[in-house]
């Protein structure tokens, strides 16, 4: 299995002069500094990718041993695009991805394992709360059936971790292909779903703290959980 962090944006919304991955946090640490020591403690620094683009030197250079995948249109694209690089270099194996801006509990991890190790597709999502300008989701025969931010009656938020099997791996790839360059990776998800009948189960990590940092007062929220 790889790790992908998605971590090219400019995150224009929260407002930094640096990359948002690289906020930091009330506990002296940035997003992504908590992200890669919640990792390592399950899995392997060798099997972990970045896309990076906005002032990808500042990231490079604060985390050296991690493999990095340059999205060069991080200006003009979005997720689905800069996911789509890094799957290309992972064709046939499992992926778990996320978003540069979740900061999580490390135990979340647990969450996950029995998934990992029996290869099957998920989302992760919070069904405490279901925010209007969140990615929501719906179900249909116990499996994701809608999945975007303009889902009506929301079952939760996705929180921005997502694990994508071996053998889904290629069907995804050749949906976000498909996607516009705005398109966030959530679409090609939705298309998979729709056109090839893909199986993703929703896992509920509502009982550990998981936020993504879209503006300041996020960060306020997460700096007060920490």
Not at 107 to 119: R, T
Not at 160 to 170: A, C, E, K, M, W
């Amino acid at each position: 299995m790889k790790i992908v962090i998605l971590a090219a944006g400019i995150g224009s919304r929260l407002g930094n002069p640096f990359p948002k991955p690289l906020t930091p946090l009330k506990n002296e640490k940035s997003i992504m500094k908590m992200q890669i020591e919640n990792l390592v403690s399950k899995f392997s620094i060798d099997d972990i990718l970045t896309v990076v683009g906005f002032k990808k030197d500042l990231i490079m250079e604060r985390f050296p041993d991690i493999t990095y995948i340059y999205n060069p249109f991080f200006d003009r694209t979005n997720t689905s695009k800069s996911l789509l690089k890094a799957l290309t270099k992972c064709k046939n194996e499992s992926v778990l991805w996320l978003n540069g801006d979740v900061v999580f509990d490390q135990n979340i991890l647990n969450l996950f394992e029995n998934n990992i190790n029996e290869d099957k597709s998920f989302v992760s999502v919070n069904t405490s709360k279901v925010g209007e300008e969140e990615v929501k989701y719906t179900l249909k025969n116990g499996y994701i059936d809608e999945l975007s931010k303009v889902v009506k009656n929301g079952l939760g938020e996705a929180v921005g971790i997502n694990f994508i099997s071996s053998q889904d791996i290629n069907i995804f790839i050749e949906h976000l292909k498909k996607c516009d360059d705005n398109d966030y990776f959530e679409k090609g998800l939705e298309m998979a779903i729709s056109e090839n009948n893909l199986k993703i189960e929703a896992i509920d990590v509502s009982e550990y703290n998981c936020m993504e940092i879209d503006f300041k007062e996020d960060l306020e929220c997460v700096n007060k959980l920490i």
